[in-house]
């Protein structure tokens, strides 16, 4: 084990380790028809072996933000290598729904360990420019659904199984094991290590507001994005390209976020994303053909900082929360979509009853049913114009608290 810090490298692993957990999602989101068709799954159960992933995620991210103090940055990172491993692993060799939501849960729980590592050795290594670094930190997520959605669809086009898909995973989980494997981890210095402390700052009134609100961020991203194949695959535009746009413009963006974020203040940007997202899915839930690509853009800008700003939020203005403060963010994030997955596929069943029974013609049932799930799910990010426009007006209260 070398005994010098090499920061560069450290962040360089937390980003393929981020990577690895963006094409989760990814070619999950593109293998959804395949899975459908290999195992006769109903919308509905689609959204149960989704919402383990989702599941995985809180549970990671609230043990390790809890231990964070205790066992450091590294211990987590080799759990999430650990367990990204043993999840895609068994997802390949899944024989059905059980083995799915096993599969599922594990890699949920590898994805929310990244997230709890390194948003906090972020913060600590980089503490003057925290801000900057958790945005270009946080564009590999979009990032990688571009490299994952891209290979799912040319993975599918090429008719490969959706077994191979899973397996293209192996590589980056084996490069970002071996870029912390023997690697020395920075002493936490300059955030609240005090897991004590940590807990008695969580229940700020601001604090607690603002978990809530992230679960609708979350839901307002992730529940039009993970089910973009079943969602856009009547509409005439590739899902994978949709999701591939919307990603690739949100990883841009939050790579040059600081002077946005600094002529705006994260709570004006967190006021402009949720109307930009409203317009851009309701758009979505109107077009078809190739004005979805312009819909989606719209919803790419409207999504992008999201989860940046409100985590980035949390380090700036609860930062006595540390580590467990950042990793509860996440993880309520997260937690929401294992609650709304199987209510979104549930959505889609009912739509296509629905469409069916009023005499919609077969080839059009599939796009009817998922324009209705899109006005529903444009009910989010309109809840947050209200909280958000709240907030701002009030923002001075506790700016310098």
């Keep these: 084990m070398s005994n010098t810090i090499n920061p560069n490298r450290l962040f360089t692993a937390c980003c393929v380790a981020l990577i690895v957990t963006a094409m989760t999602f990814a070619i999950r989101a593109g293998i959804l028809t395949q899975l459908s068709a ?26 390790g933000g809890l231990l964070y103090n205790a066992l450091g940055a590294r211990t987590l990172l080799y759990l999430a290598f650990i367990c990204h491993l043993l999840g895609l692993i068994l997802t390949i060799t899944a024989g059905g729904f059980w083995g799915l939501l096993l599969s599922s849960f594990c890699i949920g729980f590898a994805n929310g360990s990244v997230e709890a590592a390194c ?28 490299i994952g959605s891209l290979i ?38 300059n955030t609240e290590t005090s897991t004590k402390n940590n807990i008695r700052a969580l229940f700020s009134p601001l604090f607690i507001f603002m978990l809530l609100v992230m679960t609708v961020t979350a839901a307002s991203e992730f529940g039009t994005q993970q089910w973009v194949d079943r969602i856009f695959g009547a509409s005439g535009a590739h899902p994978m390209l949709v999701l591939a746009l919307v990603t690739g413009l949100m990883a841009l963006g939050r790579y040059f976020a600081g002077p946005i974020v600094e002529a705006l203040n994260p709570v004006g940007v967190l006021l402009m994303s949720a109307v930009v997202t409203t317009i851009g899915i309701y758009l979505l839930s109107m077009a078809s053909g190739g004005l979805i690509y312009v819909s989606a853009m719209v919803f790419a800008i409207g999504v992008t900082y ?44 009912t739509a296509k009853a629905e469409a069916a029974a009023k ?32 907030l701002y007006i009030f923002r001075k209260k506790f700016a310098n608290k």
Excluded at 157 to 172: D, F, R
Excluded at 314 to 326: D, F, H, W
Aim: hydrophobic residues 55%; proline residues 7%; glycine residues 10%.
């Design 38 to 63: 290999t195992f006769q799954f109903t919308d509905a159960q689609l959204g149960w072996i989704n919402s383990m992933a989702f599941l995985g995620f809180p549970v990671a991210m609230m043990v």
């Design 119 to 146: 948003n906090p050795l972020i913060v600590d290594i980089y503490h003057t420019n925290k801000t900057t670094k958790l945005n270009k930190f946080h564009m590999w997520f979009p990032g990688g659904i571009v």
């Design 152 to 189: 799912s669809a040319l993975m599918t086009k090429l008719n490969m199984g959706w077994q191979a898909q899973i397996a293209v995973m192996l590589v980056p989980t084996a490069i970002y094991g071996f870029m912390i494997f023997g690697q020395t981890f920075p002493v936490p210095v």
């Design 306 to 349: 999201f989860w940046p700003c409100m985590i980035g939020f949390i380090s700036e203005y609860q930062p006595k929360t540390g580590a467990l403060g950042m990793s509860l963010m996440g993880g309520a994030g997260m937690f929401s979509l294992s609650i709304w997955n199987p209510v979104i596929g549930g959505w889609l069943d």
């Design 359 to 390: 005499g919609v013609a077969p080839e059009a049932v599939e796009l009817v049913a998922g324009q209705a799930t899109l006005q529903n799910l444009a009910l989010f990010p309109a809840v947050l114009i209200v909280v958000f426009t709240g």
